[in-house]
Every structure is written in structure tokens, then in C-alpha cells.
T-cell receptor, first 115, second 112 residues
Framework: ETGVTQTPRHLVMGMTNKKSLKCEQHLGHNAMYWYKQSAKKPLELMFVYNFKEQTENNSVPSRFSPECPNSSHLFLHLHTLQPEDSALYLC??????????????FGPGTRLTVL | KQEVTQIPAALSVPEGENLVLNCSFTDSAIYNLQWFRQDPGKGLTSLLLIQSSQREQTSGRLNASLDKSSGRSTLYIAASQPGDSATYLCAVRLQSFNKFYFGSGTKLNVKP
């Protein structure tokens, strides 16, 4: 596998379910991101991890719980979601640090539908 | 807070035309600006990255320019093809640690 991978690609869940989204990057990066993309809205940054430490939480509801066990893996744990949480969830990675060379690379996304 | 605006929201052109997509941002203290392409229901593919010290970058038929002082970037696509049909997004990275802001995108349709 190369680049940034995400599983599952599609997920349908009820409001009482618990599920997890997985992201893995094979680029040697040390910063990882979760974004939410809803219809007709700009991408919303949810969480940022640098060297496994969370550095950004963009006022995301606690029903979304991120986990970054190492620099290559990122999870988003979901529980008691609402129908308005249905969206495309995108993972990205980049080199960390203050450099203008830092470029983000995205995974294919997980299309989440909450019933 | 950084605001990123992309105009137009949608564009339909005949094949072969040269076209320009616009991106504007309110805070000029950026590290870089990145242009992406997104096909329906898919992730983002990076097209070009312009560092804050650069004025333009080129890749094949694509040319991106950056004018930090006026808060603008343009993506020029030469000799457009139906395969260029997608949504084009710009994102700016602020001079704070790893924070990126995206525009809403321009949906491009190139007609055969």
C-alpha cells in the first residue's frame, strides 16, 4: 500500500452503534488530520495530531473520539452519532513542523451514513 | 480567522478552452497554498503547492500563481479536457502550527 489509506470506504450505522474509522499513512509523515466534508460546505478540520500528540480540536462534539497510537495510524471512534453527522470523513497526513514545504496528502475518505 | 473564498462556484466550458480559477484569502501570513482536485465521492489529490516565498508553480498544463500581498491565487488550466472535470479546492496553511483552511471549491465541467 502506498500513500494514505482509509477503511472502511463506506459505513452505515444507527444512532446507538459504536464504530471506528481507520487511517494509515505510508509516507513517513508525523502529522495526521481528520476532516469532515458535508454537502455544499467547505472541508472542516476536526483534529490534528503531531508526533502522536493532539494539537488541534476544532470544537468537535465528544461523540467523536480520535486516537493516534503512532505516527502512521489514526482512528476516529464514533458513538451515539446523529443523522447530521452523515458526511465524507477524510484523513490526511503531512510532515510536521514549520516549513513551507509541508504538503498534505489525503486518503480516499469514508462515506458515513447515520440512520 | 482565515477566510478562503473560491470564485466561481461552478464553471462549464467547452473542451480546449484555457481557464482560470480564483482563490482569495483574508490573512496574508501564510506558509503555503495548495491546490487540490476532488472527483465525486473521492479524496483530494494534490495538484500544486506554492510556498509563501514563491510567485508561481507549474505542472504540465497547470500553472498556479500566488500574490500574498493581495491575498490571491489563481489556477490556470491550459487546453482543458473532459478528464479535467472535477471540483478544484485551494487550501492555505497559516503561520501557526499545521492549521489549514479550505475554500468551498470550484466545480468544473469540461464538455466534449
Amino acid at each position: 500500500e502506498t500513500g494514505v489509506t482509509q477503511t472502511p470506504r463506506h459505513l452505515v450505522m444507527g444512532m446507538t452503534n459504536k464504530k471506528s474509522l481507520k487511517c494509515e499513512q505510508h509516507l513517513g509523515h508525523n502529522a495526521m488530520y481528520w476532516y469532515k466534508q458535508s454537502a455544499k460546505k467547505p472541508l472542516e478540520l476536526m483534529f490534528v495530531y503531531n508526533f502522536k500528540e493532539q494539537t488541534e480540536n476544532n470544537s468537535v462534539p465528544s461523540r467523536f473520539s480520535p486516537e493516534c497510537p503512532n505516527s502512521s495510524h489514526l482512528f476516529l471512534h464514533l458513538h451515539t452519532l446523529q443523522p447530521e453527522d452523515s458526511a465524507l470523513y477524510l484523513c490526511a497526513s503531512s510532515h510536521a513542523g514549520s516549513s513551507s514545504y509541508n504538503e498534505q496528502f489525503f486518503g480516499p475518505g469514508t462515506r458515513l451514513t447515520v440512520l | 480567522k482565515q477566510e478562503v473564498t473560491q470564485i466561481p462556484a461552478a464553471l462549464s466550458v467547452p473542451e480546449g478552452e484555457n481557464l482560470v480559477l480564483n482563490c482569495s484569502f483574508t490573512d496574508s501570513a501564510i506558509y503555503n497554498l495548495q491546490w487540490f482536485r476532488q472527483d465525486p465521492g473521492k479524496g483530494l489529490t494534490s495538484l500544486l503547492l506554492i510556498q509563501s516565498s514563491q510567485r508561481e508553480q507549474t505542472s504540465g498544463r497547470l500553472n498556479a500563481s500566488l500574490d500574498k500581498s493581495s491575498g490571491r491565487s489563481t489556477l490556470y488550466i491550459a487546453a482543458s479536457q473532459p478528464g479535467d472535470s472535477a471540483t478544484y479546492l485551494c487550501a492555505v496553511r497559516l503561520q501557526s502550527f499545521n492549521k489549514f483552511y479550505f475554500g468551498s471549491g470550484t466545480k468544473l465541467n469540461v464538455k466534449p
